[in-house]
């Protein structure tokens, strides 16, 4: 199975910038359905956003829309998370997952494989 690396967490202020990635091995991202969940203290896992098999369709959750772009580097075999106008509310760790071609994006349960998770951290 496709193996997932997240990196490019840490601590930004309110307001600020942040990109994520996630380096995938054992498989092809463009053959997976690949989101991105995060998950806070003590809170539930949640989505947050995901990019078809084909990277012609994206999903995003309401509470990131705007501020939030998921993309895809076949070459590299890495997607990216770009955080825009971060606030203390997008603190989380952030997973990134992937799941077959069909799978729902928004379920978490669709997804099969998972990184260990970045953090992220705004402070106000």
């Not at 991202?29 to 084909?54: D, K, L």
């Not at 070459?75 to 509310?89: D, F």
Request: proline content about 2%.
């Amino acid at each position: 199975q496709v193996q997932l690396v997240e990196s490019g967490g840490g601590l930004v202020q309110a307001g600020g910038s942040l990109r994520l990635s996630c380096a995938a091995s054992g498989g092809s991202v463009s053959n997976y359905c690949m989101g991105w969940f995060r998950q806070a203290p003590g809170e539930e896992r949640e989505f947050v956003a995901a990019i078809s098999w084909s990277g012609t369709n994206t999903y995003y959750a309401d509470s990131v829309k705007g501020r939030f772009t998921i993309s895809r580097d076949n070459a590299k075999n890495t997607v990216y998370l770009q955080m825009n106008s971060l606030n203390p509310e997008d603190t989380a760790v952030y997973y990134c997952a992937a799941g077959p071609r069909w799978a729902r994006a928004m379920r978490r349960d669709e997804y099969n494989a998972w990184g260990q998770g970045t953090q992220v951290t705004v402070s106000s």
